[in-house]
């Protein structure tokens, strides 16, 4: 996702209800968001279906690994040498 321009990517909600295919067309052009303001504070981000499934790749991906950082912590992981020999013996030669 690019970096949100605030000159640019800070719109009013009644601006963006009267040109929602524009704006539609602008996050999915630019991959950056749209944040979508109401009384003159943030309600809501429009974001580009594509950059939305990325970033939730992202975070299951970091997750995963904040996940496994804790179990390596507390002892639980195994060597890397009996994770390499695990895996080649599921492959098939």
Known sequence: MQKLRIG???KPLSE???SMAMY???IHDTK???VITQRGKSAA???DVQEFEAMQEKIELLSDIHS???QLEKGEGIKHTDAKNIL???IPI
């Open 8 to 10: 640019q990517d800070i």
């Open 16 to 18: 963006v209800r009267n």
């Open 24 to 26: 539609i067309k602008q």
């Open 32 to 34: 950056r968001p749209l």
């Open 45 to 47: 981000i429009l974001v």
């Open 68 to 70: 496994s950082l804790s």
């Open 88 to 90: 080649l013996k599921r």
